[in-house]
């Protein structure tokens, strides 16, 4: 019986996918299991699997389209069944090219057999692009996936036996001829923005806050041998200042407002696919090694394109920190369902007033709020940042 191979939904909010590559060619046999291709989404990229043994018989959505989900992509069957009802599907068969028509960017080339009849270096595209960022060659390598075929833990592993090396930094949109072509999430994104920036009136709070007890603590917790970051004790302190004016803390839900139930801050990344926000939940409940260690997983995998959906789902306030690039200050626009973010600047020594006619330099940062102006006024947000302040520079407190 034909296995339907469809678009999946791969979080609660996905509407459409759009497929990346196949990693297996029409005709091919293939096992339950096997990575049959890449879905490109507005937040991830992520391998679907076979859902059954057999032959991938029809290609119905080439890569580079977008479908809704649950739209039947492809066919996995036996070699003599008939599949003639999937003939027409949907968008699927492309147009043979006509002179008037552009043409198809052309497929890779498929690697020669081996005398054995196998491909060699059967390696997914993830996989690939780990092992280029870091310099790998993967041709003496076994891989764990189906028929051999190596698969990103096989690459992450390597990674893992070669130690410690530096991230790799984010590579910069592919130009083509001046013109800059955005990745499906920067679309995504960049479209999302435009709507948060015209439809939601912002409103811009700033404050300076005095960063001595941050350092002090970040240096007390690398006494103890435990990787603290300034932005993990930003984390802490606005989660629990959230969990205090629920107000700041809502979502908009069909042109009305709603206090989220728990807390939960996203952190916005620059990754290779785009800007990206993943979620650690629940950030008023979590101390701050535990907030250190989940934000270290979460910004690890965006960087490396591994995110799973639900790690980016159910943010209530969201967090952007430009500080390790000496930025200042700056605003940040809305993440919508949300109603407010927070842009972080840079710690740096300022000259400060220190008692009656006298001046110090002291260690200083810059918060900036923008809120959505219908449902947090000015009021709330500078009482918002004056607690935020609080936290952040009384020991008590931040502890």
Same mark, same amino acid.
């Given at each position: 019986?034909?296995?339907?191979?469809?678009?999946?939904?791969?979080?609660?909010?996905?509407?459409?996918?759009?497929?990346?590559?196949?990693?297996?060619?029409?005709?091919?046999?293939?096992?339950?299991?096997?990575?049959?291709?890449?879905?490109?989404?507005?937040?991830?990229?992520?391998?679907?699997?076979?859902?059954?043994?057999?032959?991938?018989?029809?290609?119905?959505?080439?890569?580079?389209?977008?479908?809704?989900?649950?739209?039947?992509?492809? +066919?996995? =069957? !036996?070699?003599?069944?008939?599949?003639?009802?999937? $003939?027409?599907?949907?968008?699927?068969? &492309? %147009? @043979?090219?006509?002179?008037?028509?552009?043409?198809?960017?052309?497929?890779?080339?498929?690697?020669?057999?081996?005398?054995?009849?196998?491909?060699?270096?059967?390696?997914?595209?993830?996989?690939?692009?780990?092992?280029?960022?870091?310099?790998?060659?993967?041709?003496?390598?076994?891989?764990?996936?189906?028929?051999?075929?190596? +698969?990103? =833990? !096989?690459?992450?592993?390597?990674?893992?036996?070669? $130690?410690?090396?530096?991230?790799?930094? &984010? %590579? @910069?949109?592919?130009?083509?001829?001046?013109?800059?072509?955005?990745?499906?999430?920067?679309?995504?994104?960049?479209?999302?923005?435009?709507?948060?920036?015209?439809?939601?009136?912002?409103?811009?709070?700033?404050?300076?806050?005095?960063?001595?007890?941050?350092?002090?603590?970040?240096?007390?917790?690398?006494?103890?041998?435990?990787?603290?970051?300034?932005?993990?004790?930003?984390?802490?302190?606005?989660?629990?200042?959230?969990?205090?004016? &629920?107000?700041?803390?809502?979502?908009?839900?069909?042109?009305?407002?709603?206090?989220?139930?728990?807390?939960?801050?996203?952190?916005?990344?620059?990754?290779?696919?785009?800007?990206?926000?993943?979620?650690?939940?629940?950030?008023?409940?979590?101390?701050?090694?535990?907030?250190?260690?989940?934000?270290?997983?979460?910004?690890?995998?965006?960087?490396?394109?591994?995110?799973?959906?639900?790690?980016?789902?159910?943010?209530?306030?969201?967090?952007?920190?430009?500080?390790?690039?000496?930025?200042?200050?700056?605003?940040?626009?809305?993440?919508?369902?949300?109603?407010?973010?927070?842009?972080?600047?840079?710690?740096?020594?300022?000259?400060?007033?220190?008692?009656?006619?006298?001046?110090?330099?002291?260690?200083?940062?810059?918060?900036?709020?923008?809120?959505?102006?219908?449902?947090?006024?000015?009021?709330?947000?500078?009482?918002?940042?004056?607690?935020?302040?609080?936290?952040?520079?009384?020991?008590?407190?931040?502890?």
């Amino acid at each position: 019986m034909a296995t339907e191979i469809v678009m999946p939904k791969l979080g609660l909010t996905m509407e459409s996918g759009a497929i990346s590559a196949w990693l297996v060619a029409e005709g091919e046999e293939v096992q339950k299991g096997q990575a049959l291709l890449e879905i490109a989404t507005d937040k991830v990229t992520m391998e679907v699997e076979a859902q059954a043994d057999g032959i991938l018989r029809k290609i119905l959505v080439p890569a580079g389209e977008e479908v809704p989900v649950s739209t039947t992509i492809g +066919v996995i =069957a !036996d070699q003599d069944e008939d599949i003639g009802s999937y $003939g027409a599907a949907g968008p699927s068969d &492309p %147009a @043979p090219p006509t002179p008037a028509s552009p043409t198809p960017a052309p497929q890779a080339p498929t690697p020669a057999a081996d005398s054995d009849g196998r491909r060699p270096h059967k390696t997914s595209p993830k996989a690939r692009k780990i092992a280029a960022e870091y310099g790998l060659d993967l041709s003496g390598v076994n891989g764990s996936g189906p028929g051999g075929r190596i +698969v990103s =833990a !096989d690459v992450l592993a390597l990674v893992e036996q070669a $130690g410690p090396v530096p991230a790799p930094a &984010p %590579a @910069p949109a592919p130009v083509s001829a001046g013109r800059i072509e955005l990745s499906r999430a920067e679309q995504v994104a960049a479209e999302r923005l435009t709507a948060s920036y015209q439809q939601i009136p912002h409103i811009h709070l700033s404050t300076d806050v005095s960063a001595v007890w941050l350092q002090q603590f970040r240096t007390g917790y690398q006494l103890e041998g435990k990787k603290i970051s300034f932005n993990d004790l930003i984390v802490k302190a606005t989660a629990r200042t959230l969990s205090q004016f &629920p107000r700041v803390n809502s979502l908009e839900e069909g042109g009305h407002f709603r206090c989220a139930s728990q807390v939960n801050v996203g952190i916005a990344v620059a990754a290779e696919q785009g800007l990206v926000v993943p979620v650690i939940r629940d950030a008023a409940e979590k101390t701050i090694e535990e907030i250190a260690l989940e934000g270290t997983r979460l910004i690890d995998a965006a960087r490396r394109g591994q995110l799973r959906p639900d790690d980016m789902l159910g943010g209530t306030f969201t967090i952007s920190n430009l500080g390790m690039f000496g930025i200042s200050r700056f605003t940040a626009i809305i993440n919508p369902p949300q109603v407010a973010i927070l842009a972080v600047g840079a710690i740096e020594n300022r000259v400060v007033a220190s008692g009656a006619d006298a001046f110090a330099v002291r260690p200083q940062l810059t918060l900036t709020l923008a809120a959505d102006h219908r449902v947090v006024d000015g009021a709330l947000g500078a009482r918002f940042l004056v607690r935020l302040k609080e936290v952040l520079e009384t020991p008590g407190l931040l502890g």
